[in-house]
C-alpha cells in the first residue's frame, strides 16, 4: 500500500495495483504514519489531524479520532506518529504536539498531554510563533511536533522536534530566548503499568514465544532466553498477586488483529 500527497491511496494485490482513493490535484491530503490496529489500517493525516482506515476494501475518516484539543486552531492539524502502547492506541498531533490515547475497551479518546509549556494555547493563530517568525520564508517553522512514540521495554519514548531541523539563531529567532528553544529535540520516557515490548530475533524455523507472569513479574522469552522483563508496581500488582488460576483465559484476536499467517499455535500454562 502506498499514498501520495494529494489524496491518491493505492494497494498492490493478485500482481496488479489498485486505486482505492482518487488523487486531488491542487488539494493537500498527506499520510503521515501507519498502524495496524485490529484488523484495519490506521493511517494519521493532514490537514484534518484525524486518523484514517483502510478495511481491505475501502478508505474512510474516522471522525473525532483523535479530538481538537480546546483553546486551538482546527486548520492544518497533523496525526504525525501513532502506536501501541500498553494495549492502547497513541497518536501525536501537530502544530501543538498533543498527545491522545484510544482505549479500545471504552472506546474513549483520552488527552494525555502537551509535549511544550510554551507558547499559550490560542485559536487566533494556526501555529505556536508563526507571528513572531511572520518575516522568515517559513512562518511555521517553529510548529511543534511530537516526532516519534516508541515503545520499548516497560517504556514509551516520546520525542519533539521543529517543523524542520534549523539551528536555533539568538538574533533570527529571540522570541525563544533564552531556554524556550530547548523543548526542540527533547526525548521523554512515559510508562504505564503493564506494559513491556521486546524485538524478536529472526529464526530460519519454527520459534517459541512465551510470555510469563511469575507474581508481579512480567517476562517475554524467546526459544528460552530472556528478551524483556518488569515488575508492576501499585494497584495492578496487587490485583494481579490475588489472581489463584486462570480459568477464564482464552486465546483471542489480539491488538493487531487475528494473526494472518500460515499457523500459530499456543498454549497456556500453569
Known amino acids: 500500500m502506498t499514498g501520495s500527497n494529494i489524496g491518491g491511496f493505492y494497494v498492490f494485490e493478485d500482481g496488479t495495483w489498485r486505486t482505492v482513493r482518487q488523487p486531488t490535484l491542487g488539494r493537500s491530503f498527506q499520510l503521515y504514519s501507519s498502524l495496524a490496529f485490529g484488523d ?3 493511517m ?3 490537514p484534518t489531524g484525524r486518523v484514517f482506515e483502510y478495511d481491505g476494501k475501502k ?3 474516522k471522525s473525532g479520532w483523535p479530538p481538537v484539543l480546546p483553546g486551538v486552531s482546527r486548520s492544518a492539524r497533523e496525526a504525525q506518529t501513532t502506536t501501541i502502547y500498553g494495549g492502547d492506541l497513541f497518536v ?9 490515547r484510544y482505549n479500545p475497551d471504552s472506546r474513549r479518546w ?3 498531554r502537551r509535549m511544550f509549556k510554551h507558547p499559550a494555547l490560542t485559536d487566533k493563530i494556526t501555529h ?3 507571528v513572531e517568525n511572520r518575516k522568515h520564508p517559513v512562518a511555521n517553522l517553529w510548529g511543534q511536533r511530537v516526532t516519534s512514540l516508541i515503545p520499548n521495554g516497560p517504556d514509551l519514548f516520546i520525542s519533539t522536534s521543529s517543523k524542520g531541523v534549523d539551528k536555533w539563531k539568538p ?3 529571540p522570541f525563544l530566548a533564552p531556554e524556550k528553544w530547548k523543548s526542540y529535540g527533547k526525548i521523554y520516557r512515559a510508562t504505564m503499568p503493564g506494559h513491556l515490548a521486546a524485538s524478536t530475533k529472526w529464526t530460519d524455523g519454527p520459534t517459541k514465544i512465551e510470555f510469563i507472569i511469575r507474581g508481579a513479574e512480567i517476562e517475554i522469552q524467546q526459544d528460552g532466553k530472556r528478551l524483556a522483563a518488569t515488575t508492576l ?3 495492578l500488582a496487587e490485583q494481579l498477586g490475588r489472581i489463584k488460576g486462570l480459568n477464564n483465559v482464552k486465546w483471542g484476536d489480539g491488538i493487531y488483529g487475528r494473526f494472518g499467517g500460515t499457523s500459530i499455535k499456543g498454549i497456556i500454562q500453569r
Open 110 to 112: 483520552v488527552y494525555m
Open 171 to 173: 538574533e533570527a529567532f
Open 44 to 46: 494519521g493525516q493532514y
Open 92 to 100: 501525536g498531533v501537530w502544530p501543538w504536539a498533543e498527545v491522545w
Open 40 to 42: 484495519r489500517l490506521l
Open 128 to 130: 505556536p510563533y508563526e
Open 233 to 235: 508496581t501499585g494497584s
Open 59 to 61: 478508505m474512510s475518516e
